[in-house]
């Protein structure tokens, strides 16, 4: 089961990074502006929040492994398809799709995780989410340094992949739903009642908005400055995603020791220091210096919040997750909104979008 939840981790990690590797390249082959790009991550994150918010019941009734399996179908699906898109309406739809396979796979990993290592459960969620950041870092590396700009061939290779992981899931044995975790509307009131799981859903929906923000457009962003495609692409997958790998293999045992929420108070000062910092620099070396920073101090955030989720609800832990997580992509919704519409059709305006 673990292993099932690490190559799931792993092939959302090599989405979340797709839109902002690709993002360049479609952007000049359909002339789409910052402002159009915009609508497609806002598709994405609508995707993602309808999914996260639908499958929490469907997790905790049906199991975790028919969400994977699903996910993954909806994944493959929209990335087989995207390089067939004849324009803008239909990237948004297949964005849209390929957000609600990654919401469930994403939910659901997490959910199993939860529910393997519940006696070190932040740790455990941590060490698994390490391959998020794993996946993160092969797509732009692999987009830069091995397809060039064929952004075709690296949609059909994560399709293949996610298949490949289908299958992985299929073949995995999983607990079926118990009566103690199943989801029951009587019980939806005393979750829902609870500040705690609307506060958690507040922290990553600042969170969130931050993370997958610099996923979708920093390559753009640092293009934008003078750097070349190909090394905005490194700096993403070399110095952010790395970032994010590296600190949860180091928090990973800090969590033993240390409560969850201490260490997401750190990592969120660090996040804000380093992510001032991030856009206050044209110079490519000092940009990864501070990108990696940024990936190390986010590292945390996530899983542990998720962690702090499910030592809150024991019952019905798949729904509130699935909650807390649909918290998490509003923030990249109304982000990306937000992002889009300051930027315009200006390329140059996407550092003021970003601050």
């Known amino acids: 089961m673990i292993l099932a939840a690490i190559v799931a981790i792993f092939i959302y990690g090599m989405i979340a990074a797709m839109l902002g590797t690709i993002l360049p390249d479609l952007s000049d082959r359909f002339h789409l502006s910052p402002m159009q790009n915009g609508a497609i991550a806002l598709g994405q994150a609508l995707g993602l929040m309808i999914a996260s918010l639908g499958v929490g019941p469907l997790l905790d009734n049906e199991g975790k492994k028919f969400g994977l399996i699903l996910g993954l179908a909806f994944i493959s699906i929209a990335l087989f398809a995207l390089p067939r898109s004849p324009g803008f309406r239909s990237i948004i739809v297949l964005l849209f799709l390929l957000g609600v396979g990654g919401g ?159 260490v997401t108070l750190f990592a969120s000062v660090a996040m804000a220091v380093t992510t001032f910092l991030m856009f206050r620099t044209k110079q490519p070396t000092t940009a990864f210096a501070l990108v990696f920073l940024a990936g190390i101090s986010m590292a945390p955030v996530f899983p542990t919040t998720l962690a702090i989720v499910g030592d809150a609800f024991p019952r019905m832990t798949g729904t509130a997750i699935g909650v807390v997580i649909t918290c998490g992509w509003a923030g990249l919704a109304v982000s990306s909104r937000i992002i889009g519409t300051i930027a315009g059709g200006d390329p140059l305006r996407l550092k003021k979008a970003l601050w």
């Open 104 to 262: 469930i796979v994403v939910t659901g990993a997490n959910a199993l995780i939860s529910d393997v290592g519940q006696a070190r459960r932040a740790t455990a969620l941590n060490l698994v989410n390490l391959f998020f950041g794993l996946g993160g870092l092969a797509t732009p590396f692999i987009a830069a340094n091995l397809f060039g700009r064929n952004w075709v061939r690296l949609c059909y290779t994560i399709a293949s992949l996610t298949v490949v992981t289908l299958v992985i899931q299929a073949l995995t044995k999983m607990p079926a739903p118990t009566g103690a975790g199943r989801f029951e509307f009587a019980d939806v009131a005393p979750v829902l009642g609870r500040p705690l799981l609307f506060l958690l859903g507040l922290f990553l929906f600042l969170y969130v908005g931050c993370e997958v923000g610099i996923w979708n457009w920093l390559p753009r962003h640092l293009i934008a400055q003078g750097i070349s495609e190909s090394r905005a692409l490194n700096i993403l997958s070399l110095g952010f995603a790395l970032g994010l790998l590296i600190g949860r293999v180091g928090v990973s045992p800090i969590l033993i020791r240390v409560p969850a929420v201490t």
